[in-house]
C-alpha cells in the first residue's frame, strides 16, 4: 500500500506580443510514483542483463516542482517553431541502485531508492512545419532537439557504496542530449500515409557500480528508425504496415569504456488489416 495525498498547484500565462509571437511561463507541482516492480518485494530477473532485481517496498512518491518559460513562433497557415528553458527541482527521485547486501549474487542486483534530490536544467528547440499543403496532400516535418543538465544529491547510504565523488553525478537514467525527428508525407486522394520516424538519445547511466575506482554502467546512445505506412480502401477498409528498427544499432553497455554487454533486438516487420463497422 502506498498511501499519498497533496495540493498540486499549477499556474501559466501567456503574453500574445504579436500575431505571430506569443511567450508562455508556467510554474506546477507534479509527482511520479514508484512502479509496481520497483515496489514489490519479489525477486525477478531483468530482461536485459539477467541481473537480480530485489524491489523495495520503502520507496516514497517523488515531488516535483517545475519552471518553464517557452517563445512560440507561428508563420505560415500551420506552422510553428518554439524555443523553451525550463527547470526541474525533484525531492526523493527514485533511482536503478545497488543492492545494499551481501553475497554474489547481491553484489550485482539490481534495487531502486530513492535519493535526496535532483536538479534538472534544460532547453528544448521544437518545430511543426508543413512544407507542402494542399488540398492533394500534406508532406510536413516535426522534431525537437534539447539539452538537460542533471545532477544528484545522493543519500548518506548510496554515497557508502559508490563514494563520495560521485555525488552531483547526472540522474540515472537522463541523457544529456535527445533529438526525435518525423517526416510524413499524406495523399489524400489516394488515401495514404507514410511517415519517417527517427529517435535518438546521447549516453545515460543504467546503473551505477560498487565504489568510485569502478565507475557506473552506461548504455551507450544510439538511433532507432522506423517507417510505418497506411492505406485506406472504400473508406472501410484499413492497412497497416510498419518496419520497426531498420537500421538495428547494437545495444551497448560499457563500464569505464570497457564493453560489457552488446546485442542486438533485429528489425521486426508488422502488418495489419482492419475492417470498420
Known amino acids: 500500500v502506498l498511501d499519498t495525498d497533496n495540493w498540486f498547484p499549477a499556474l501559466n500565462?501567456?503574453?500574445?506580443?504579436?500575431?505571430?509571437?506569443q511567450l508562455r511561463i508556467g510554474v506546477s507541482e507534479t509527482v511520479s510514483y514508484p512502479g509496481l516492480v520497483e515496489r514489490s518485494d519479489s525477486r525477478v530477473f531483468d530482461p536485459k542483463t539477467d541481473n537480480v532485481i530485489i524491489g523495495n517496498s520503502s520507496l516514497v512518491v517523488a515531488e516535483i516542482t517545475n519552471f518553464d518559460f517557452r517563445a512560440e513562433y507561428y508563420f505560415g497557415d500551420t506552422s510553428r517553431a518554439s524555443l523553451a528553458l525550463f527547470k526541474k527541482d525533484i525531492d526523493n527521485p527514485v533511482e536503478r541502485a545497488l543492492a545494499d547486501s551481501s553475497g554474489s549474487q547481491a553484489a550485482s542486483a539490481i534495487t531502486y531508492k530513492n535519493q535526496i534530490s535532483a536538479e534538472l536544467d534544460g532547453i528544448e528547440l521544437d518545430f511543426n512545419i508543413n512544407l507542402i499543403d494542399t488540398d492533394a496532400h500534406t508532406l510536413f516535418v516535426n522534431g525537437n532537439l534539447s539539452y538537460i543538465d542533471s545532477a544528484v544529491e545522493l543519500s548518506t547510504s548510496q554515497l557508502r557504496l559508490e563514494g563520495e565523488s560521485a555525488n552531483g553525478r547526472p540522474l540515472q537514467a537522463q541523457s544529456e542530449y535527445l533529438a526525435n525527428l518525423q517526416i510524413g508525407y499524406d495523399h489524400y486522394p489516394s488515401e495514404q500515409k507514410i511517415t519517417l520516424l527517427v529517435n535518438w538519445f546521447d549516453d545515460r547511466i543504467y546503473r551505477i557500480a560498487r565504489g568510485a575506482a569502478r565507475g557506473p554502467i552506461v548504455e551507450e546512445g544510439r538511433a532507432v528508425i522506423d517507417v510505418t505506412y497506411e492505406k485506406t480502401f472504400a473508406?472501410?477498409?484499413?492497412?497497416?504496415?510498419?518496419?520497426?528498427?531498420?537500421?538495428?544499432?547494437?545495444?551497448?553497455?560499457?563500464?569505464?569504456?570497457?564493453?560489457?554487454?552488446?546485442?542486438?533486438?533485429?528489425?521486426?516487420?508488422?502488418?495489419?488489416?482492419?475492417?470498420?463497422?
Open 235 to 277: 473508406a472501410q477498409w484499413t492497412f497497416k504496415g510498419s518496419v520497426k528498427n531498420i537500421t538495428n544499432e547494437p545495444i551497448s553497455y560499457v563500464q569505464n569504456n570497457n564493453q560489457i554487454e552488446l546485442y542486438e533486438i533485429g528489425t521486426s516487420i508488422g502488418a495489419s488489416l482492419s475492417y470498420q463497422f
Open 13 to 21: 500565462m501567456t503574453w500574445r506580443a504579436t500575431d505571430e509571437l
